[in-house]
């Protein structure tokens, strides 16, 4: 019975992981800007879609987009290149959104129902484009058993894409908060997060700095979307999946704080996966509400403070 509490473990690291990439995002943008932004699980999608389609699509398209097709396809270096082009696309959507749908709403000074049903508005416009250009069939962007290579942690099985996941987020993590600590322009979001209207009369361009922090959140995302791709599979509505279970680390963790954000999110993985232990898997989200409403109630504030 005891042998199966490694895996566990290496099953709630690697769900941690991925709940904390999203949560990363999702409350650097949420605490800069105040509202749930929505869109946010389905920049995830995109970024993973954006590696499929070069990856699985492109080399089909012509005899002269082939051959960069291929190169796509192939190797470590393919990998790194459309891992980049997915994350870089993911972080031009969240510009976009941002400069033509967000902005405008605050300049029209609009209530955080608007920004939400806004939001929610985008979200599903984007969802449905996705499923329009690659159905809803799931996909994935891993070649087939035989190309993972694995690895035997004190019992528990990892594979090499989980383990670049759990070292990601560490790294992302740490840069993240030196540079919102140590930077003028962490100090510009320190300053919108606590009074924008303050920030503006100091001298902060503070679109300037809300639209970098859209763009770091959303990259961060589309990251998690292409990671999820090649662990476990893509589909166009996993934006939501992502989104509920970024939202409900950040909650836990501290809605606002880097760190807490991360800790909730690893929280969340060991509470789901030792929760199913004896039960059926279908009660992991179940059993991620009950911990949500169980801080909501004991401590709204989250494990830590903004």
């Keep these: 019975m005891d042998s199966i509490i490694p895996q566990l473990i290496a099953n709630s690291l690697i769900a941690g992981a991925i709940y904390a990439l999203v949560a990363l995002g999702f409350n650097l943008i949420y605490g800069t800007t105040k509202f749930f932004n929505l869109t946010h699980g389905v920049v995830a999608a995109i970024g993973g879609y954006t590696v499929y389609f070069l990856t699985k699509k492109l080399p089909g398209l012509g005899a002269s987009i082939q051959p960069l097709g291929d190169f796509f396809n192939s190797g470590t270096l393919g990998i790194i290149v459309t891992t980049i082009i997915g994350v870089v696309v993911a972080a031009s959507v969240g510009w976009l959104l941002n400069r033509f749908l967000f902005k405008k709403l605050r300049e029209r000074k609009a209530s955080q129902m608007v920004f939400l049903v806004a939001s929610l508005g985008a979200f599903t416009c984007l969802q449905a484009f996705l499923a329009i250009l690659f159905t809803s069939q799931f996909q994935t962007l891993s070649s087939g058993a035989g190309d993972i290579v694995t690895f035997n942690v004190f019992g528990g099985i990892i594979t090499q894409v989980q383990l670049a996941i759990i070292i990601s987020v560490f790294v992302i993590m740490i840069a993240l908060g030196v540079y919102l600590k140590r930077s003028l322009f962490g100090k510009s979001v320190e300053a919108i997060s606590d009074n924008e209207q303050v920030a503006k009369i100091v001298g902060i361009n503070t679109e300037k700095t809300i639209a970098i922090v859209c763009v ?41 704080n880097v760190y807490g954000g991360v800790l909730g999110a690893f929280l969340l993985g060991f509470v789901e996966n030792f929760g199913i232990w004896k039960i059926s898997g279908e009660w992991k989200d179940a059993i991620a509400f009950t911990l949500l409403i169980v801080f909501l109630l004991v401590r709204p504030q989250g494990i830590l403070k903004r």
């Design 216 to 256: 770091i959140g959303s990259a961060i995302a589309g990251l998690a979307g292409v990671f999820v791709g090649y662990d476990t599979g893509l589909e166009p509505t996993m934006g939501m999946a992502l989104l509920l279970k970024g939202v409900i680390a950040s909650i836990i963790g501290g809605i606002g």
